[in-house]
């Protein structure tokens, strides 16, 4: 079996990607950016690279860096489109399944190629992707004319399985599934609860990542309730190094800052989570998030926004975690961090119930055999 993946370069989708290793199949990635060498993460797959540039012309790095206006002029006749150099790499491979992962980044632009083909296209959902997919600036339209081509739907949440349906999806749903395929967890890391003594924050401020309200609910916090405590930021963006640089109270912190724009090694931030007390993630945006299952699965409690109710689907408010209800309100924040360091109590019983639900439903060693068995399934069943 021959499948097609188009994807951007991501973390995730080289991670979902694994799991098909030694599974038999073909695997070849269509990079739809095109954007840098091969990956070493997928280095068993075939990678389709190198089909944007019509001629690589001598000092076109120093053009683009010093002369970007020349540059995008000369690039405009340049470059291959995405969907002629996608229909090229189908005609060759002949592929039996077609997987996207994305509708903006990677669905679109081979959207005109695939429309009238007879392959079977998957489409997995990750993040914002459907349930924000407005903002992100796709139509209507467009959105209803991709997934009404979607033959097989793979999300990380049940909320986007009902936005796909009320959009046009008609197709059959493979379930939902991590976006990664599955946590990893790291058991040698975890601490009980007693010795946790960090407080590990995601620092996304983005526009819908809002890091900077959590920040803002640690200024809020009485001295005692930080002390004796470390204070981490992972994936922080700039604004957030910046708010803590301006902020004499933050600053005195001594808040550990690991930069958005330098990749932390998941296995480094699994130790993180396992030493930690709470894990704190807030945004106006989001599908299922991988850091949330694993902090979860790692044993820190979870303190996390519910943008379209996604988060309640794995967190009973109150229980094996808390629920951000307003994403713009510190002061919300401040009173369930201070809730959480208080009741030992209930961050002991919401560790033993999590490590044991992300064990049984996210362990990437027990979802492997299901996704490999995804695509034999389509190609046993599928009317070719």
């Given at each position: 079996?021959?499948?097609?993946?188009?994807?951007?370069?991501?973390?995730?989708?080289?991670?979902?990607?694994?799991?098909?290793?030694?599974?038999?199949?073909?695997?070849?990635?269509?990079?739809?950016?095109?954007?840098?060498?091969?990956?070493?993460?997928?280095?068993?797959?075939?990678?389709?690279?190198?089909?944007?540039?019509?001629?690589?012309?001598?000092?076109?790095?120093?053009?683009?860096?010093?002369?970007?206006?020349?540059?995008?002029?000369?690039?405009?006749?340049?470059?291959?489109?995405?969907?002629?150099?996608?229909?090229?790499?189908?005609?060759?491979?002949?592929?039996?399944?077609?997987?996207?992962?994305?509708?903006?980044?990677?669905?679109?632009?081979?959207?005109?190629?695939?429309?009238?083909?007879?392959?079977?296209?998957?489409?997995?959902?990750?993040?914002?992707?459907?349930?924000?997919?407005?903002?992100?600036?796709?139509?209507?339209?467009?959105?209803?004319?991709?997934?009404?081509?979607v033959d097989y739907l793979i999300t990380d949440c049940k909320r986007d399985q009902v936005i796909a349906k009320e959009n046009g999806f008609d197709g059959t749903s493979l379930g939902v599934f991590p976006g990664n395929g599955g946590i990893d967890l790291e058991m040698s890391y975890m601490?009980?609860?007693?010795?946790?003594?960090?407080?590990?924050?995601?620092?996304?401020?983005?526009?819908?990542?809002?890091?900077?309200?959590?920040?803002?609910?640690?200024?809020?916090?009485?001295?005692?309730?930080?002390?004796?405590?470390?204070?981490?930021?992972?994936?922080?963006?700039?604004?957030?190094?910046?708010?803590?640089?301006?902020?004499?109270?933050?600053?005195?912190?001594?808040?550990?800052?690991?930069?958005?724009?330098?990749?932390?090694?998941?296995?480094?931030?699994?130790?993180?989570?396992?030493?930690?007390?709470?894990?704190?993630?807030?945004?106006?945006?989001?599908?299922?998030?991988?850091?949330?299952?694993?902090?979860?699965?790692?044993?820190?409690?979870?303190?996390?926004?519910?943008?379209?109710?996604?988060?309640?689907?794995?967190?009973?408010?109150?229980?094996?975690?808390?629920?951000?209800?307003?994403?713009?309100?510190?002061?919300?924040?401040?009173?369930?961090?201070?809730?959480?360091?208080?009741?030992?109590?209930?961050?002991?019983?919401?560790?033993?119930?999590?490590?044991?639900?992300?064990?049984?439903?996210?362990?990437?060693?027990?979802?492997?055999?299901?996704?490999?068995?995804?695509?034999?399934?389509?190609?046993?069943?599928?009317?070719?």
């Amino acid at each position: 079996m021959k499948i097609l993946t188009v994807a951007i370069p991501n973390h995730h989708f080289f991670q979902w990607v694994n799991q098909l290793e030694k599974s038999g199949y073909e695997v070849f990635w269509f990079d739809v950016t095109d954007g840098g060498a091969a990956s070493p993460k997928i280095s068993w797959a075939t990678q389709i690279k190198g089909w944007k540039l019509k001629w690589d012309f001598p000092l076109r790095s120093r053009v683009k860096g010093g002369l970007p206006k020349l540059y995008e002029t000369i690039q405009h006749w340049n470059e291959h489109a995405v969907d002629e150099a996608f229909a090229r790499v189908y005609q060759e491979i002949q592929p039996d399944i077609v997987h996207c992962f994305e509708m903006q980044l990677a669905g679109l632009p081979i959207l005109s190629v695939i429309q009238d083909l007879p392959v079977p296209l998957i489409y997995s959902s990750w993040g914002s992707d459907l349930f924000d997919f407005k903002r992100l600036g796709v139509s209507q339209e467009v959105a209803t004319a991709f997934l009404k081509r979607v033959d097989y739907l793979i999300t990380d949440c049940k909320r986007d399985q009902v936005i796909a349906k009320e959009n046009g999806f008609d197709g059959t749903s493979l379930g939902v599934f991590p976006g990664n395929g599955g946590i990893d967890l790291e058991m040698s890391y975890m601490r009980v609860v007693a010795d946790r003594n960090a407080i590990i924050i995601k620092g996304y401020e983005d526009g819908v990542g809002k890091a900077s309200v959590i920040l803002k609910a640690i200024e809020l916090l009485n001295s005692r309730w930080l002390d004796g405590r470390s204070i981490i930021i992972y994936s922080a963006d700039r604004a957030i190094e910046s708010q803590i640089n301006n902020s004499t109270q933050l600053s005195a912190l001594g808040i550990k800052i690991y930069s958005r724009h330098n990749f932390i090694n998941n296995t480094d931030l699994l130790r993180i989570m396992g030493g930690s007390s709470i894990h704190i993630a807030n945004s106006l945006s989001d599908g299922m998030p991988n850091a949330l299952l694993e902090a979860m699965g790692m044993g820190a409690f979870p303190i996390q926004s519910n943008p379209g109710g996604v988060t309640e689907e794995v967190l009973r408010n109150g229980e094996n975690g808390f629920l951000i209800r307003d994403p713009f309100n510190s002061k919300e924040i401040a009173r369930l961090i201070e809730s959480a360091l208080d009741n030992q109590s209930l961050r002991e019983k919401a560790q033993e119930f999590n490590t044991s639900f992300i064990n049984k439903n996210y362990n990437r060693a027990i979802l492997r055999s299901q996704i490999v068995a995804l695509y034999n399934h389509i190609y046993s069943n599928h009317n070719f």
